[in-house]
Antibody
Framework: EVQLVETGGGLVQPGRSLKLSCVAS????????MSWTRQAPGKGLEWVAS????????YYPDSVKGRFTISRDNAQNTLYLQMNSLRSEDTATYYC????????WGQGVMVTVSS | DVVLTQTPVAQPVTLGDQASISCRSS???????????LEWYLQKPGQSPQLLIY???NRFSGVPDRFIGSGSGSDFTLKISRVEPEDLGVYYC????????FGGGTKLELK
């Protein structure tokens, strides 16, 4: 059974950093691209970042480029999202997904950016 | 950026009826490799989104055949025949031909 479990969310002040983790199980992790997608409270879905299966290439929308970094440790079956210079508009539930859209999704982790 | 416009924003339905959702793209979603990376997701209340359809018309594992995806180029449709209670929620289209983007969502709700 495919499982994606995110951790690392919480309350953080504007301008500070936070790192999310996603542990994957039930599939061969290094065979798949992985992504992060977020959802602000009461809003729609927004793609945040993707990484190739080897980790050699990463992709971001303009809204987070230069502030967020996606990475992975294929030996540990773990995906990461380093978020720097956080803003109030980054407040959202962050989902770890397999592939670029998401044939599988984690349960999500809440990130609140507020002073 | 590719903009996906979903209509309607809300679709009131009676159980057992058919529902139809449109997703129009600001650019063609045909990739240079010939594939069209248009997907449909359902987010039920309080749950993570789940994949229904990939590459326009392919049902994901376990998705009932009452879900039918169609379309080409920049114009796509998701039809749900014989709506059941577990089909209620918000539907999103998504494209990965270009930098990925989601549509704004369509809420399928009881009339």
């Amino acid at each position: 059974e495919v499982q994606l479990v995110e951790t690392g969310g919480g309350l953080v002040q504007p301008g500070r950093s936070l790192k999310l983790s996603c542990v994957a199980s039930g599939f061969t992790f290094n065979n798949y691209w992985m992504s992060w997608t977020r959802q602000a409270p009461g809003k729609g879905l927004e793609w945040v970042a993707s990484i190739t299966n080897s980790g050699g290439s990463t992709y971001y929308p303009d809204s987070v480029k230069g502030r967020f970094t996606i990475s992975r440790d294929n030996a540990q079956n773990t995906l990461y999202l380093q978020m720097n210079s956080l803003r109030s508009e980054d407040t959202a539930t962050y989902y770890c997904t397999r592939n670029r859209g998401g044939d599988y999704w984690g349960q999500g982790v809440m990130v609140t950016v507020s002073s | 950026d590719v903009v996906l416009t979903q209509t309607p924003v809300a679709q009131p339905v009676t159980l057992g009826d058919q529902a139809s959702i449109s997703c129009r793209s600001s650019q063609s979603l045909v990739h240079s490799n010939g594939n069209t990376y248009l997907e449909w997701y359902l987010q039920k209340p309080g749950q993570s989104p789940q994949l229904l359809i990939y590459k326009v018309s392919n049902r994901f594992s376990g998705v009932p055949d009452r879900f039918i995806g169609s379309g080409s180029g920049s114009d796509f449709t998701l039809k749900i025949s014989r709506v059941e209670p577990e089909d209620l929620g918000v539907y999103y289209c998504f494209q990965a031909t270009h930098d990925p983007t989601f549509g704004g969502g369509t809420k399928l709700e009881l009339k």
